[in-house]
C-alpha cells in the first residue's frame, strides 16, 4: 500500500507514536505515523523468522477499525471454549468490513477465525495489487484494541496541534506535508539492522519523528521484549561508553570465547 516515497523499498515516515504487543512466538507493533499523503495506522506482525507482514490504515478509518474490533472481541466474549473437533463452517466465526467512502480503492477486512490450533484475528487490506494481513491470536486481542485506542488518541491529538501550527486550516494535510518535508530534508535514514546472539535477537530501528532522529535498539528473546530510544545527538556519547568498556574489558575479553553472533538487514515481507 503506497503512503509516499520510498527509500530502497522503506517508506520515509514520521512516527508520532508506536506501541508493542508481545505474544509467545511473534511481536506486533501499532505505530502512529505522517508522511506527505497524511496520517496513517500501521500495524506490523513480527514472526520468529524475523519476517514482517503489515496492514496500513488511514487515520480516517482507524476509528472503524476500533470500533469494529471491539465488536468481535465482544462476540468472542460469548464463545464456548474452542475445540479443534468442532470448529466454525470454513474456519471463520464472525466478520467485519470498514466502510471506505474515498478509500474505495482497497477494501478493510476484520475475521475472526478459529483452525485446530485456536482462535484468532485477522485484519486484512486488499487492493488491486493483491493483499497483506497480519494475524492476531485471540488471547492478545484485547491487548490490541488497548494499543489501538492509544495510537488513535495520540494521533488525533497531533493532528489538531498541526492545525494550530498551520493556523487552524480545515485540514491538517498542509501541517502534515509541511512537517514530512522539514524531516526528508535531513536525508534517508540508514536501514534497519539485527544482530544474532546467543537465542536473543537485538534490532537497531533509526528512526524520525517530530524531535528528529533517533535510534531505537530493541531486545528479544522469546516472548520478552524491551527497548529503549537513544536520540541521534547522544550517538557520540553512547559509542564512546561502549568503546570505553571494550577497551577496559578488552584483555579479560580475550580470554573468554566469544559468543556466536550474526548480523544482517532486516528482513520484510509484504512492503508495497
Not at 32 to 37: A, F, L, M
Amino acid at each position: 500500500m503506497a503512503y509516499g516515497p520510498r527509500r530502497n523499498g522503506v517508506m520515509n515516515e514520521i512516527e508520532i507514536v508506536s506501541k508493542g504487543v508481545s505474544t509467545a512466538r511473534k511481536m506486533f507493533y501499532v505505530d502512529g505515523k505522517q508522511n506527505d499523503r497524511g496520517t496513517f495506522v500501521k500495524i506490523t506482525e513480527i514472526g520468529p523468522n524475523r519476517y514482517k507482514t503489515r496492514v496500513i490504515i488511514p487515520l480516517a478509518l482507524s476509528g472503524q477499525l476500533y470500533d469494529k474490533m471491539g465488536s468481535l472481541v465482544r462476540h468472542s466474549d460469548k464463545l464456548p471454549q474452542h475445540d479443534p473437533n468442532t470448529l466454525a463452517e470454513n474456519g471463520q466465526i464472525a466478520g467485519e468490513l470498514l466502510d471506505t467512502g474515498s478509500f474505495s480503492g482497497r477494501r478493510y477486512y476484520l475475521d475472526l477465525r478459529e483452525n485446530s490450533f485456536g482462535r484468532f484475528l485477522r485484519i486484512s487490506v486488499v487492493s488491486n495489487v493483491g493483499r497483506t494481513q497480519v494475524i492476531v491470536p485471540l488471547e492478545n486481542v484485547k491487548e490490541m484494541h488497548s494499543a489501538l485506542d492509544e495510537v488513535i488518541r495520540e494521533c488525533g491529538e497531533k493532528q489538531k496541534s498541526n492545525e494550530a501550527v498551520s493556523g487552524n486550516r480545515t485540514t491538517s494535510t498542509t501541517g502534515q506535508t509541511r512537517a514530512t518535508k522539514n524531516a526528508d530534508a535531513n536525508g534517508p535514514l540508514p536501514e534497519s539492522r539485527a544482530l544474532r546472539v546467543f537465542n536473543k535477537m537485538f534490532y537497531f530501528d533509526v528512526l524520525r519523528n517530530e524531535r528528529g532522529v533517533f535510534l531505537r535498539l530493541s531486545e528479544v528473546r522469546a516472548h520478552i521484549r524491551s527497548a529503549i530510544s537513544v536520540p541521534s545527538t547522544s550517538w557520540a556519547e553512547f559509542r564512546d561508553i561502549i568503546d570505553g568498556y571494550t577497551r577496559e574489558l578488552g584483555e579479560s575479553a580475550e580470554q573468554t570465547p566469544a559468543p556466536p553472533v550474526s548480523t544482517s538487514p532486516v528482513k520484510q515481507k509484504g512492503d508495497n
